[in-house]
């Protein structure tokens, strides 16, 4: 070999490693800020899966930023800030307590997000034109609040009063409230409204209803109840009341049963606008979209410690029956 031919070989190889690194760099990024738990990270799991299906290979082709949080707000506020602080090229989120605050912290990362109420909340301008940087999935939509009520009237034909638990800190709920409240006389409910924020509150508003002949409880979608998840479902199997939740993760931890949208399919439909916004798309022309597929989970275990005979179609309605 000649020794010009040489010293260009050697130039290259050793220039080598810092294009590589260039090439890492330019690697889109992914951020992602949502609650812990084994629920959520199976949810992401399955966003990634469906990434790489449509050719975003982790490590080669993208890389991922994930941020974990509790319901701790003042933790969820500065995983925020350092996530849009190192600019990924787009953010997923979901949670009515989450998504302000990273709209308030970034008009220019692009945010899918999965929540209740972008309308009502002032997230979005339009669902059809969203604008600005943001887009993403609705959780929840009109006809689940009658659905609720429904399955819990199938469970305990004899209830005639269900409190609807949330934290009113989460601008969503409101939505549900509003909802539940229209609802509820078409089934010869009465609706109470228990506004909580942490443990000693929802424990009060259990007591409460225990109080209450043909008493229920509908607790909404919130990081304060699944938090407490483990909490929340001892306090309610002492009441003996039946309970219906809005995620199917209580329900696993020995809740009774959970009506709420598909959210593993959710992650899904948001990868396919993560690809979408990648490709050169931009969130504000990409219309928000309505749940498709919705979860129906029962707690066999439980209904029978309650003693709840629950009747054979509804357990033929079930998405999964937990035994």
């Known amino acids: 070999m000649k020794r010009r031919e040489f010293i260009t070989l050697l130039g290259g190889a050793a220039a080598w490693p810092v294009a590589a690194r260039a090439q890492q760099a330019a690697m889109p990024v992914v951020g992602f800020l949502n609650q812990e738990s084994a629920e959520m990270r ?32 003042e933790l969820v506020r500065s995983n925020a800030a350092s996530l849009v602080e190192s600019k990924p090229d787009a953010i997923a989120a979901l949670g009515g307590r989450v ?16 929540t209740v109420d ?28 009658g659905k609720f009520l429904e399955f819990l009237k199938q469970i305990a034909p004899n209830v005639s009063r269900v409190a609807l638990i949330y934290n009113p800190d989460n601008p969503s709920t409101a939505f549900f409230q509003r909802e539940f409240e229209r609802g509820a006389p078409a089934l010869a409910v009465e609706p109470v409204i ?5 443990l000693a509150d929802i424990k009060r508003a259990i007591d409460d209803m225990a109080q209450s002949p043909n008493g229920a409880l509908m607790f909404a979608g919130d990081v304060t109840v699944t938090g407490l998840r483990e909490r929340v479902v001892a306090l309610v199997a002492e009441s003996r009341l039946p309970a219906i939740y809005s995620d199917p993760a209580i329900v696993k931890s020995g809740g009774l049963a959970s009506y ?46 309650l003693g709840l005979d629950l009747p054979d179609k509804l357990l033929a309605l079930a998405d999964e029956v937990i035994e």
């Open 99 to 114: 998504i302000p605050i990273l709209k308030q912290m970034t008009r220019s990362v692009p945010l899918v997000v999965m």
């Open 260 to 305: 709420s949208a598909d959210r593993t399919d959710l992650f899904r439909r948001t990868a396919g606008y993560v690809d979408r916004i990648l490709r050169g798309e931009k969130p504000g022309d990409l219309p928000v979209q309505q749940p498709t597929k919705y979860e129906f989970l029962v707690n066999l275990k439980t209904a029978k410690i």
């Open 118 to 145: 972008l309308i009502g909340t002032g997230m979005v301008a339009s669902l059809a034109h969203p604008g600005e940087n943001i887009t993403g999935f609705s959780v929840f939509e009109l006809s689940m609040i």
């Open 42 to 73: 199976a949810r992401v799991r399955a966003f990634k899966e469906e990434l790489h299906r449509l050719g975003w290979v982790e490590g080669s082709k993208i890389e991922f930023d994930e941020r974990w949080s509790t319901d701790n707000m």
């Open 194 to 198: 228990a506004h909580i924020h942490g």
